[in-house]
């Protein structure tokens, strides 16, 4: 995989600051699009890099996944994960005000990566251009993280379910908030010329409205539907067979992410 092929339409967006710690933010009003597995999966192959990269165990990872979940999926799956096998730091923040900005400040880290919950507070009455955020604890919470995200990943389905939704997050919440944002097409049906087509269809609504997108989808897979169950995650996947093509999905928003920042 080359650079020129992992993103489409580039926007080359800096950093919102000049703080070494990059916030990125998984984020989609439409439930079960796969905020939860994208947000633990690129923080595993963006911690792998670094551990890589960076040899010296004596300090945290450079890499940290959150979540701001209540009922806490992010912490549940990496607490079931061995943690020899767990290639970056997570912390429990189930929706309490003030930790984040804390760790974004931390100058041992690089990346952040922070999972957030499904079916977000909406008021369905608030006007164009206000927050429709919502009032409650979850909200707070959110609008906590946003104001320190460099980068929205955004995951998107094949199936039009979730194309209203994305749009929403990306119209109503990244943008009046100038936060740079990244479309992830995920759960897309290899081998099904019917979902060829549909694959084609949801890329050109994209690239309608101009949102930038890792160029190829994540394909959906068994293997990854069990993972939080059995605590796994793409960068324990077998090398070969259809867990490597698994693990290379991910890996493409790694590294598109990367990109972006
Ligand atoms: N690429 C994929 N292949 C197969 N299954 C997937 C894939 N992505 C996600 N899933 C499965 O789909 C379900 C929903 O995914 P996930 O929990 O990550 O979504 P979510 O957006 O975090 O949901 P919620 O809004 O409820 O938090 C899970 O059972 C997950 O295992
Ligand atoms: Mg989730």
């Not at 992010?74 to 429990?92: G, H, I, M, Q, S």
Request: hydrophobic share 40%.
């Amino acid at each position: 995989m080359t650079q020129s092929t992992a993103v489409h339409q580039v926007t080359g967006a800096a950093g919102r600051t000049g703080r070494t710690a990059k916030v990125i933010v998984v984020i989609q009003q439409k439930g079960g699009a796969g905020k939860s597995t994208i947000a633990v999966n690129t923080a595993a192959c963006a911690g792998r890099s670094a551990v890589l990269s960076n040899a010296d165990e004596s300090v945290g990872s450079p890499v940290v996944a959150a979540g701001i979940d209540v009922q806490g999926t992010l912490e549940k799956w990496c607490a079931t994960v061995r943690e020899a096998e767990l290639p970056f730091d997570y912390v429990v923040t189930k929706s309490k005000l003030g930790i984040l900005p804390g760790i974004v400040e931390d100058p041992e880290r690089r990346r952040i990566i922070v999972d957030t919950p499904g079916f977000l507070d909406v008021d369905p009455d608030a006007e164009w251009g206000a927050d429709p955020l919502g009032e409650s604890r979850t909200a707070d919470a959110l609008r906590e993280v946003l104001e320190v995200a460099d980068l929205a990943l955004v995951p998107i389905t094949p199936s039009k379910i979730t194309w209203d939704e994305c749009e929403f997050t990306i119209e109503r919440v990244l943008k009046p908030r100038g936060i740079p944002f990244l479309v992830v097409i995920n759960m897309h049906d290899p081998g099904k010329d019917r979902d060829e087509k549909q694959l084609n269809k949801v890329k050109k609504w994209i690239d309608e409205r101009d949102y930038p997108r890792v160029a190829a989808p994540i394909r959906r897979y068994t293997i990854h539907e069990n993972a939080y169950e059995n605590g796994t995650l793409v960068t324990e996947y077998k090398m070969s067979g259809t867990a490597l093509n698994a693990r290379e999905d991910f890996m493409r928003v790694a590294l598109t992410m990367e990109q972006m920042l």
